[in-house]
C-alpha cells in the first residue's frame, strides 16, 4: 500500500509512506492524501503509482545515487501476460534498477520454503497470496505443471464483507474483515466456539451497528475462495506426470504465502487431496526470500533476462 498526495504520484515523504503504516490509513485519509494498491490480482493496476513505490524503495537501499543502479529481482505470477511482464520491467527500469530479473513465484516460494527444486524429484507448492494463488510441480528448476487463479487474502475479505452484508444488513470495510479472518476465520471446523465483534453501517438505518459473528460463520463464508483454492490444487495433481506424481505422493504439498496461515486450510487439502500438507516455515516471507537468494544465481537470471529479450525482439519482427 502506497500513501500519495491525492491527484499526484508523490509518496509522502514522512516514514508512513509505504508498507504496513500506510496499510492503516486504508479507508480512513483526509481529502489531501490517498492510500492506493498499486497492485491488483498479481499485476500492476496503476503504473505510475507503482513506478513511484519501486522509485521510493531503490532510494531508501541506494541512496540519491543514480550512477549505479541496482540489480532487482521481481516475482510475478506464472499467469501473468507478455504485456503484463513487459510493465514490470518498464516500470522498475524508469524507477531506476539499472538490470530487472523476474522470477516466477512459484519458483521464488520454492527456494525460500528450502525446497529442492533444482533436483529431479517433484516438489509441489501452493502460494496462497493477496491476489492469486499459485499452484506448481517443480522439477529440476523448472516449472512442470502449473496453474495461476486470482483468488487470494484479497477475495478472502471481501467474501466476509459480502456475507455480514447479507447476513445482517451491515455493511463492514475490508480491514474490518481481514481483521476477523486473522482473528477467528479458518478453513476447517474449529472446536474453540471463537466469536468476534465487527462494526459497520446498518444498510437500513444508515447507523452504526455492531454485530457479533462466530467463527463457523466466517468459515461458511470463506468457503467458495477456499474452494476455488481446493480445485486448483486437485487439477494441478490431476496433470501431473505419474513419475512426479508419485514424488508429491511421498513428499507431500508445501502451503506457502499469507494464506497458508488461516486455520485448517492444511487439515482441508490433506482431506480434499489424501495427501501430506505442511506450511513453510516462514510462509509470509518465502517468495520475498526466494527472489532474495536468486541473486546468488545471477548468471542463470542472466541467461534467461537474454533470452527474454531475444524473444521479445523475435516477437517484435
Not at 489531501?32 to 498479481?42: E, M, N, T, V, Y
Not at 503484463?84 to 527500469?93: G, M, T
Not at 494441478?236 to 494464506?259: H, N, Q, S, Y
Request: proline fraction near 4%; charge should be neutral.
Amino acid at each position: 500500500v502506497v500513501a500519495v498526495k491525492r491527484g499526484t504520484n508523490r509518496v509522502l515523504n514522512n516514514g508512513s509512506a509505504v508498507g504496513w503504516a500506510a496499510k492503516e490509513m486504508l479507508g480512513k485519509t483526509p481529502g489531501s492524501i490517498q492510500a492506493i494498491r498499486p497492485l491488483k490480482d498479481g499485476v500492476i493496476s496503476d503504473f505510475e503509482i507503482t513506478e513511484a513505490m519501486l522509485n521510493y524503495f531503490i532510494t531508501k537501499v541506494n541512496g540519491r545515487s543514480r550512477i549505479f543502479g541496482p540489480r532487482v529481482v521481481i516475482a510475478i505470477p506464472s499467469g501473468i501476460t507478455a504485456v503484463e511482464k513487459r510493465a514490470v520491467i518498464n516500470s522498475a527500469e524508469r524507477a531506476g534498477a539499472r538490470t530487472v530479473y523476474l522470477v516466477l513465484e512459484p519458483i521464488a516460494a520454492g527456494i525460500g520454503a528450502g525446497l529442492p527444486i533444482a533436483e529431479p524429484t517433484a516438489s509441489m507448492i501452493v502460494d496462497i497470496g493477496g491476489g492469486t494463488t499459485e499452484v506448481a510441480v517443480i522439477s529440476l528448476g523448472g516449472m512442470v505443471v502449473w496453474e495461476s487463479i486470482r483468488v487470494g487474502g484479497y477475495e478472502m475479505d471481501d467474501a466476509i464483507v459480502d456475507y455480514v452484508k447479507n447476513s445482517h444488513k451491515v455493511l463492514i470495510g475490508q480491514e474490518t474483515a481481514e481483521a476477523a479472518k486473522l482473528e477467528i476465520g479458518s478453513a476447517w471446523p474449529q472446536e474453540d466456539g471463537a466469536e468476534t465483534t465487527v462494526a459497520g453501517r446498518d444498510l437500513v438505518s444508515g447507523l452504526l451497528r455492531r454485530v457479533t459473528i462466530s467463527a463457523d460463520d466466517v468459515r461458511r463464508a470463506l468457503e467458495p475462495p477456499v474452494g476455488r483454492i481446493v480445485a486448483a490444487v486437485k487439477d494441478t495433481l490431476e496433470r501431473t506426470p505419474p513419475e512426479l506424481a508419485a514424488d508429491v505422493g511421498e513428499r507431500g504439498i508445501v502451503l506457502a504465502g499469507g494464506g497458508a496461515l488461516l486455520r485448517g486450510l492444511d487439515e482441508k487439502l490433506r482431506i480434499e487431496v489424501g495427501l501430506p500438507v505442511q506450511i513453510a516455515d516462514s510462509p509470509l516471507t518465502c517468495v520475498a526470500e526466494g527472489a532474495g537468494r536468486s541473486l546468488d544465481e545471477l548468471e542463470t537470471l542472466d541467461r534467461a533476462a537474454k533470452a527474454q529479450r531475444r524473444s521479445r525482439s523475435r516477437s517484435r519482427r
